[in-house]
């Protein structure tokens, strides 16, 4: 069965633009053309006041309210994400039980607003299970992890009213990075800037897309064992800024890649599995095979030379020079990317 043809829907994610969207968009699939006015009821935390906190009275209510006018009634709760315990989920629990037939529920989970959330805790078992129970449909909506996100992004790409020339859709990917759920709002400035069926080029885009987003930390570590210390630079510029990554995260980051080549240096008869074991790792060998390739392109006393940068840079983070500390992450990236070119 069609997921909007369910008549219960759970939605998560911790990316706003995109729950969002995703919210507008199932929506429209589950009105199926009744009149907004009449089938349509929003509720969010201002709908769950009460004088001792949040109850959700008010989504019970609409829940099992029927139809005025109309053959059903979508019904959407959004900042689920209030209630995280048990007890404030018995109500609901007790509707999923037994839905009205006629009510289409969106359930959303995301944090309030005010006072604001500062987390948003995961979703109660029983809630997910009562969802499942009443043939609902979970929907995640956040970017997916590993290579299946550059496909999510080629998927909204595909997708979007506009058409992006090859130059276009590498621009997209190289500057947003690691921030791929930003595309949601590029996309849709893009579609109303000009218009459906239109066909755009980098040129065109390249003002929307606004500072490069952030990178994955192998993106770093790939440029300096390669030697490109203008490329290495620029992934270190965007991990912190569009990534807000304290310089001290960063070292961490390049301390674990170098002491894995420190601990497979020297070992020989080593191939890729025998290297993940010797380093303490589960699942894919691919990070081994990676240390164990560099350590063996470098040498040994490359990757002592390395360490020693990174020792020298970790008392400069704590004060034994003047220098900003993004600067003293700069001249150790340099450094470090200059010992793979020799």
Avoid: C
Avoid at 52 to 61: H, K, N, Q, S, V
Avoid at 195 to 221: M, N, Q, R, Y
Avoid at 279 to 289: D, E, N, Q, R, V
């Amino acid at each position: 069965m069609p997921a909007a043809l369910s008549h219960i829907h759970l939605l998560v994610g911790d990316e706003p633009s995109l729950l969002a969207d995703a919210v507008h968009e199932l929506i429209h699939e589950l009105l199926a053309g009744e009149d907004r006015d009449f089938a349509l009821v929003r509720l969010g935390e201002e709908d769950f006041r009460a004088d001792d906190g949040f109850t959700l009275a008010a989504l019970i209510d609409a829940a099992q309210t029927p139809p005025f006018l109309t053959g059903h009634r979508v019904v959407v709760g959004h900042h689920l994400g209030r209630f995280s315990k048990a007890d404030d989920l018995v109500a609901l629990l007790t509707v999923l039980a037994d839905p009205l037939a006629s009510t289409r529920l969106v359930l959303v989970w995301e944090r309030g607003q005010s006072p604001r959330q500062d987390r948003l805790g995961a979703v109660p078992k029983k809630l997910l299970e009562a969802v499942k129970a009443a043939g609902g449909v979970v929907h995640e909506t956040g970017v997916p992890s590993g290579k299946a996100a550059d496909s999510w992004l080629d998927e909204r790409l595909n997708e979007a009213s506009v058409t992006l020339d090859r130059a276009a859709r590498q621009l997209v990917h190289q500057r947003l990075g690691e921030d791929r759920a930003r595309v949601v709002g590029v996309l849709h400035t893009i579609e109303t800037t000009y218009g459906p069926g239109a066909k755009v080029s980098a040129a065109d885009i390249e003002p929307f897309l606004g500072e490069a987003g952030t990178v994955p930390p192998w993106e770093l570590t790939d440029s300096i064992d390669s030697g490109n210390i203008a490329d290495a630079l620029d992934k270190l510029h965007r991990m912190l800024g569009a990534g807000e990554r304290h310089p001290l995260q960063l070292l961490a980051t390049l301390h674990t890649h170098y002491s894995r080549m420190m601990r497979l240096d020297g070992v020989g008869g080593l191939d890729e599995r025998g290297a993940a074991n010797l380093l303490g790792m589960k699942g894919s060998t691919f990070p081994a095979k990676k240390a164990l390739t560099q350590s063996r392109r470098l040498g040994g006393p490359k990757v002592r030379q390395a360490t020693r940068l990174l020792a020298e840079a970790d008392l400069a983070l704590r004060g034994t020079v003047a220098w900003p500390p993004d600067m003293v992450m700069e001249v150790l990236v340099a450094r470090l990317a200059n010992l793979a070119r020799r």
